[in-house]
């Protein structure tokens, strides 16, 4: 047992708390990783070499590097994934058919996951979708601070939209949010959701949400970290950007 009755002693006690994550906001963040066997767009893609590695591999080495959580869940219908992450030490959840169709939402999901863990009082549930691959330790940092900080229910990531949106009426260009002509610097900034992280509170995934339009958002505007692969195209380009800025990610 360790005496702090002296400023050594105390020091030895910060120090040993600290190399153990020993406060109660790390032991209550929860990592959940909704990991679908199935997809319409790129079968198998949660397993496909990416980089050298399975798709999958980056979000749980992400969440195991980090030393932030103390409960990784990956969630799958999928017995090869589910292997797969049983290899790195972290629950693998198999989803019930009921929530692993191809309209099942990954709310869903989450639900299934947070219920899992019984009476462990968590405070922060992180959704890392497999389809980022590419994140950094700050960014889950400067999130976790806006989330603590906040009396909101969630914080997403975002990236800008550098390019001048419309829709077609008739099959006709209508642009959206600026006029035709407009300088795109005269342009107000638009914004989309590009998957990397969100953290909610437990109360909010068991009403229904992860994230709503009150939500903190963090802008990241690096390219690699708005990786988000559903097709084979976003699979081709998303591994040549990956492999450019390979250097910058943390794990």
């Not at 019984?118 to 691959?133: H, R």
């Not at 700050?138 to 909101?152: A, G, I, M, P, R």
């Not at 969100?198 to 505007?221: A, H, K, M, Q, W």
Request: hydrophobic share 40%; proline share 4%.
């Amino acid at each position: 047992m360790i005496s702090i009755h002296s400023r050594e002693s105390l020091q030895d006690l910060k120090e040993w708390l600290s190399y153990k994550n020993f406060n109660l906001i790390t032991l209550s963040k929860v990592a959940f990783i909704p990991a679908r066997g199935g997809s319409k767009r790129l079968p198998g893609k949660n397993l496909m070499k990416f980089s050298g590695n399975p798709l999958l591999y980056y979000s749980i080495m992400f969440a195991i590097k980090s030393k932030t959580f103390s409960h990784i869940i990956v969630s799958s219908d999928d017995d090869e994934i589910l292997k797969y992450a049983e290899s790195f030490g972290v629950a693998a959840l198999k989803r019930p058919d009921s929530i692993a169709g191809d309209f099942s939402p990954t709310i869903s999901a989450a639900q299934h996951a947070l219920a899992s863990l019984d009476s462990i009082d968590v405070s922060a549930f992180v959704t890392l979708q497999p389809t980022n691959p590419a994140r950094v330790f700050d960014h889950l940092n400067q999130s976790l601070e806006k989330f603590y900080s906040s009396e909101e229910s969630a914080v997403i990531t975002v990236s800008e939209m550098n390019k001048k949106l419309g829709v077609l009426k008739e099959g006709k260009w209508q642009p959206q949010f600026y006029k035709p002509g407009q300088r795109s610097q005269d342009i107000e900034k638009l914004y989309y959701e590009n998957g990397n992280l969100y953290i909610s509170r437990p109360e909010f995934i068991r009403s229904g949400n992860i994230f709503d339009t009150n939500s903190e958002t963090l802008v990241i505007d690096a390219i690699p970290y708005a990786i988000d692969i559903d097709t084979m195209e976003d699979f081709i380009i998303g591994e040549s950007v990956f492999a450019t800025y390979r250097s910058r990610i943390d794990y």
